[in-house]
């Protein structure tokens, strides 16, 4: 999809200009619904954590009243508007953070309004007996606090506001800074869908400028039962040390192995479609490659005729000393200047002029580079020989980093597949196709931007938001 720069421009220029300088004094002003930033009003915004959480509370109080009919239909309006916006909050995404690429945030906002659990995610259990009826029902945790990435802060904020609103929660985000005017829009949306639905307003809420401050009151407020937090290992960290139920989607570093058994040319254009998906910001796309020596060669010469550019080592060590910087404990990390940046830009700083169609920065690596070991979230990607599939799998478990995210396989060797499935121990495992199947784009399963493998919720979705509460009646209400 082409989309130029210019219309790029017109859509920052109309929604992110308060992010500038000039736009500084212009305080949002409090109304009812929500803040106005640069005269348009963002329903659902406040200026104050503990007014937004209070408007969410009371939110809750109605929501839970509500049937799930009633709760539906707010989800078929958001879904709707989801669609019909959502190449402007793609573009607005990619214009905020500088990361990505409007076409696959196009498609990751489709997914998501398309292949997102609704209520009928909630599953009452029943066992009847001698003893008469026990139910058991998903119900609602009542206010969650969430945390959001700017990798996919929209695609997060819609994700997780279904969910959580299916699942009879309602939800204040404190979304991440960088990201700010993209996640207010959709929190925005999702109070223009409950407008339109005949809902309460305030059922998903956010504060204009979230600060740690303002995570900290969310975290410790007691009408905030629940955390849901998506980010890198820093902010999960901190959610799961709260003291409340936390669910924590964190960092991941997915590992691929290619096996001589695979069909080499699939398996090479997979990797670079799944690497290069929104230029590698999705914690699931693949980060680095452990090939069999015996196909390696002809691995990345498929690579490349996917759009790959293949560099020496010599420019690999040259990229490090621009993507990395040193960060705590001598470690090094990456330079967050260029997350998500297009191959080409990236390339450009090691003296390398290369066309659009070149997505892809391509390497051959040791087993223990930075680009192997650290997750880089850019289209880079090192590819390491390995002799045989024992090897490989040793290596991506330890390249894994025990995260238990996500890692790939391209080999139609069942036992090879099924070993490295156990070893790796990953939340989600795909075999044999790029790693957006994964979640649900172009694969089986619903879609969800949260992914929590360290509390074990997995691939979330609305009865990941609930609570089971039992109800027995005694001798009674069996037709039996
Ligand atoms: P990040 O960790 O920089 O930020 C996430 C949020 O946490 C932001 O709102 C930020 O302001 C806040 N934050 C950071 N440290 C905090 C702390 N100590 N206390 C309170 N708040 C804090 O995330 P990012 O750079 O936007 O996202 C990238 C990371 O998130 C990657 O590691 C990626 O793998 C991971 N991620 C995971 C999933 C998943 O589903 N598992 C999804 C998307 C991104």
Redesign the pocket.
Known sequence: MDISNKEIEEIVRKVVANMSGDEQDAQPATVATGVVINGKTYHGVFNDMNEAIEAAYQAQRKLRDLSFEEREKFITVARRLIMEEAEEMAKLGVSETGMGRVEHKILKHRYVAMKTPGTEDLVTEAISGDKGLMLLEMAPYGVIGA??????PSE?VLCNSIGMIAGGNTVVF????NALMTSLYAVDLINRAAIEAGLPQNMCCAVAK?T?ET?DIMVKHPYIKMLCC??????VK?MLSSGKKAIG????NPPVIVDETADIAKAGKDIIDGCTFDNNLP?IAEKEVFALEAIADELIHHMIQAGAYLISREQMLELEKVVLVDGKNGKKTINKKWVGRDAKLILKQIGINVGDEIRCVLCEAQEMDHFVQI?L?MPILAVVRVPDVDTAIKMAVKAEHGNR?TAHMHSKNIDNLSKFAREVETTIFVKNAPSYAGIGVGGEGHCT?????PTGEGLTSARSFTRKRRCVMVDSFRIV
């Open positions: 945390m959001t990435p700017s990798t996919n997060t404190n979304p991440h800074p979230p740690m995570s998506t980010g890198g290992p820093g902010v901190a989607a964190g960092a991941g914690c997750e979230m995210h931007f949260t992914i929590a493998g």
